[in-house]
């Protein structure tokens, strides 16, 4: 297992505070994706701030070519995600976990940032359930990473 990125982690960490606060209103699988988002998008800055940048994402594609089309689709997905999370997690604190529509707003905020399910938010509920286990398979997430803040 690659050791966390300590720099990463705290940049992570100032910006989530800054931004949401206290997590612990949320899911814990909520809370857990959207730390990993944050985490990899400050991995992924600092990578590229790097006197020698060669992101750790050239290297798991295999080629040079492939990984950077991968590092540059998946720095697209991140900053879409930090700019559009805040939006989610607003509607999702407004309401109450017990209320209609929160177990459908916390599954399509998991197909959209842990899955990355193509066009999630233009799919049904019953679509989404039926695409997701073929997903699951290409989360990158570290467990329990909402711990560390």
Not at 13 to 35: F, H, M, Q, S, W
Not at 60 to 82: T, V
Request: proline fraction near 5%; charge should be neutral; hydrophobic fraction near 40%.
């Amino acid at each position: 297992m690659t050791p966390i990125n300590n720099q990463a982690i705290d940049q992570a960490r100032k910006l989530i505070a800054r931004e949401y606060g206290n997590l612990a209103d949320l899911p814990k699988e909520v809370r857990n994706t959207l730390v990993n988002v944050y985490y990899e998008f400050c991995y992924m800055s600092s990578e590229r701030k790097s006197k020698f940048a060669f992101p750790t994402i050239f290297k798991l594609a295999g080629n040079l070519l492939d990984g950077a089309e991968q590092h540059f689709k998946e720095s697209a997905h991140l900053e879409a995600s930090i700019n559009n999370m805040p939006q989610i997690i607003g509607g999702l604190r407004s309401m109450s976990p017990d209320e209609e529509g929160y177990d459908l707003v916390v599954e399509v905020f998991l197909d959209i940032f842990k899955y990355k399910i193509d066009d999630a938010d233009k799919k049904s509920f019953e679509q989404l359930r039926a695409e997701r286990p073929k997903y699951k398979a290409g989360v990158r997430e570290i467990p329990n990473l909402w711990r560390l803040l």
